[in-house]
């Protein structure tokens, strides 16, 4: 144990050193040290909260083939999800995995619990993730594996051979900001263990889709897709996109080029008829955002052009994907912000009803016998049709939102969050509420349209808002009334169109609530909430024509696939910051690899081209600049490069105002985009990064960085807010809604000094005394409304505890075991018959949190299973039950009583271990607040506890005399077969024991009811229980405090119950005095329960 101690502290005193860590520290000491403090940080777990009303975008949907209530379902940024009761009830199956962009998911249909996985979203999007590979999973989705494929980045499509597992094909579309990697169609003869590229070029072309023909699993169809696409614009296709057929099961292919375009072409969707495998379905982009459905009726060798039909919205990029009915034949769904679907083999088509639905199609299931239903998954979720689309049902409880951005509030007594969505808008809704319920859907809302990005709120009054719709589209919203009004500022005459990144930036000067600045490609400050802006900047950008840049390796003609749409302006500002210390200390970062410094509140400014950072391309893009808090002359940035194919992270820190710069990565691992930096307002060197795979904090300025797993999925975090009043940690998740780590305030504390104590308990924050709220029923869950109802949890009610434990505390059983474990090649000994049965006498080492009150009285002891590193423990503010305990309640889950007052506490903590109980912390003060006032003035909150506690010790009374009374009339019984054994003639005794026990039969009559009433629920007089439970049902759901009628109740029960046990205490003395004869008389001792 001593050795194990030393070791820790060492380790941590390494960690936590303010010496620079040295380069030559070896792969094994910096792993060391990692595995110890993700042990101790592990059990801070976020929450997750959604929301689900919105939901987020589907990639791909499949519907098992023998059992249509199970469903898997691949989200383009949020993993993969399996429902087994038709969206009942969800599951995420993928958290665990290295990566959280999903393109495609299918099942084997020979063995349908085989389950592929291409990852990558294949959407092209200028926001997508990038994948790993391919996986597998031979269980249903319970594990998985990594078969390869890992540079392919974007995965569209996995088909696996009908007649034989091993066989599987995966359509690679490969990198889209770079070239090579895994990219075109490969082929697998071995079920995943090895792969063979058949189709595809190594720079710029994969292959996007892939049929098969239904007759022939040899006969195969392809479409190769040719697309680069940078932070600047995108190339949507080129000469070698194009079709393709094979007849060897995808060893060897032909072009198809007969009636065929002969432009280059870009996005390609293939469908083949269910019905006639003959004919085939081709929707073809070809010319900027133009192109057709071709039809072949020959299996590919000619096409007609059917319609000049293209997926429109944001591109045909983003959709494209073609599905052809399995149940009507010449029926095609394309997929598009609104679905267009033919009936007529691509003739003609038509709009998909959308009313009540989210656009923005991206994939379509059918079940096998119902030819009126489609299953659809869009950039808002899942929908279900039951009458071909003429109305929807939303999939309500799929919490896979992506956030851009966050911002949160100061309302009272719980805060906001806010949030700009990828296509769902801005949501806002509640950090928290006081409903037992938790947080549901009906607790969010929409407050702006569109695309949203990043909001603001102004210190000190919620009800303003600024949220942003996409390119620079600002608004104020009066949260009091609703109402919106857009306050973008515009170019002068005679001036040019501002530049407005996709995600413009925003920021409420921290000296001055009221002014506000934005950005184009110069920075606008506005004084007046932005109703009237000023240009303090000119352009700040390198102000490039995005045309003459290089795409695919060279600049372009004219004549390309260019296509920029549904992308950001470039050259434009992506990050503002004001410092905290200085006032008018601004920074602006670009998105063309530029830093700008003004130290006059924008009168001039200074340049910083961000490759003069050790390590830094000049092209990356600058994602976040913070000003520190507690020096003016500090400033921290986040870069990425990833739209020039770069994954590596980039964080820096200067304390000079850019002048020079210092890398913070360290131990950041590589393919971690960083997307934000935000920094405690109390200590310094505590800051957090959310990155592409995670939340990181550093607890010494970024020398060393820890993941915070605890709660939290493999997903993209894109921004952090933190909450300064209540100490959370908000993150804004590209897929998965939002996560909060309550009440960080234990990071702070954490220290050499702090690890070295055998166990601490941090400062708690004040905890809120009230009774929550019942929307949907008095009981937590879901009331009434289905396992469907989405409900997302608040914190604990009540005083959280975040407590540490150095030590890892073992049974002997455990030591004995583990010992046994390392003696792999040597005979294992006896341990002998005593220690094994003090093994069965042990006890776990348990944690007890003694909370006492101010005057010293023990309020509440709280027991936990004592684990090494940081947990935490809530109480609940109640006393504990005045109802009886039993042999077989474990400690931790004893019930809880009536809640104790507001006030001042103290909690210790305890540490039971080999039969002997000691205080292994200091004691730690907190306070317990009231949340709001009612409607009417009722008692204190004292005189409320002082009622309450009177009653739980009339509660006890009546247990025990219950129990007695039990007991006393078996004792009876017995002691009248007792008599039957006894050498003593029948007689008074015997005429004293019936009268016994016809009083103890009374008695219960008179406390329990009539007996023969009771059978047929007829009633009599007013019962000791009834009256008790008429004062609990009447208080336990209210802080107001007793009426007159439940103090006289409880005056009536204490008479009563005095009455009773005198009554009790009489009858038991004379048994006493019989079983005492009985037993003179040689009567057998008597057993009674």
Known sequence: MKSRYTLFIISFFLLFSTSEISAQRTKKTQKTSTSLLDSVLSGLKFRSIGPAFM?????DVVIHPTNENIWYVAVGSGGVWKTTNAGTTWQPIFDDQPTYSIGAVTLDPNTPSIVWVGSGEDSGGRHVGYGDGVYKSTDGGATWQNMGLKNS????RVLVHPENSNVVWVTAQGPLWSKGGDRGLYKTTDGGKTWNKTLGDDEWTGVTDLVMDPRNPDRMYAATWQRHRTVAA??????????????????????????????????????????NPDVLYAALETDRRTGGVYRSTDGGSSWNKMSNTVSGGTGPHYYQELYACPHHEGRLYLMDNTMQISEDGGKSFYRMNRKNKHGDNHAIAFKKDDPNYVLVGTDGGLYESFDLTKSWKYIENLPVTQFYKVAVDDAAPFYNIYGGTQDNSTEGGPSRTDNIQGIQNSDWKVVLNWDGHQPATEPGNPDILYAERQEGTLSRIDMSTGEVIDIQPQAGANE???RFNWDAPILVSPHMPSTIYFASQRVWKSTNRGDSWTAISGDLTKNQNRVELPIMGKKQSWDGAWDVYAMSNYNTITSLAESPKQKGLLYAGTDDGTIQVSENDGDSWRSINVSSMPGVPNTAFVNDIKADMFDSNTVYVALDNHKYGDFTPYVYKSSDKGRTWTSLVNNIPDRTLVWRIVQDHVRPDLLFLATEFGIYTTVNGGKHWTKLTGGVPTISFRDLAIQRRENDLVGASFGRGFYILDDYTALR????????????????????????????????GKGSQGDNHFV???????????????????????????????????????????????????????????????????????????????????????????????????????PSGFLAPTGTYEVTMYLTEKGTTRAISEAVPF?????????????????VSEFLNEFAAVRKTATNFNTDLEKQINRTKALQLAMQQSTMKPGALTNQLAKALQDLQQLKSEVSGNLAKNEIGEKGHPLLEDRMFAIYRGIEKSTYGPTKTHEKQLSIIKNQLTNHVATLQTTTELLDVIEQQLTKAG??????E
């Open 153 to 156: 980045e974007h995965i569209s």
């Open 927 to 943: 306070t317990v607040k009231p949340l709001r006032k009612g409607a009417l003035p009722g008692a204190s909150p004292q005189k």
């Open 234 to 275: 995108y190339l949507g296709g080129g000469p070698n996109t194009g079709l393709y057929r094979s007849d060897d099961g995808g060893n060897t292919w032909t072009q198809l080029k007969t009636g065929l375009p002969t432009t280059a072409m870009g996005k390609t969707g293939l469908a083949i008829s269910p019905q």
């Open 749 to 780: 504390t954490i220290s050499e000094e702090s690890l070295q104590k055998e166990a601490v308990i941090y400062p708690i924050r004040d905890a809120w005394w009230y009774i929550p709220r019942s929307h949907l029923s008095f009981d937590a």
């Open 496 to 498: 040019k169109t501002e």
């Open 55 to 59: 939901s987020g975008r589907i990639s």
């Open 792 to 894: 997302a949890p608040n914190p604990d009610f009540g005083a959280t505890f975040t407590y540490y434990v150095r030590d890892r505390y073992t049974t002997e059983k455990q030591k004995r075991q583990e010992k046994e474990k390392k003696m792999t090649d040597t005979n294992v000994p006896f341990n002998g018959w005593e220690s094994l049965e003090e093994e069965l006498f042990e006890t776990a080492p348990m944690l007890t949190f003694s909370v006492t009150d101010s005057k010293g009285n023990v309020v509440r002891n709280l027991s936990t299973p004592a684990k090494k590193g940081i947990h935490r423990i809530t109480w609940d503010l109640r006393y504990a039950s005045p109802f009886p305990v039993t042999p077989t309640m474990k400690s931790e889950e004893l």
């Open 1083 to 1088: 009567a057998p001792p008597i057993r009674y």
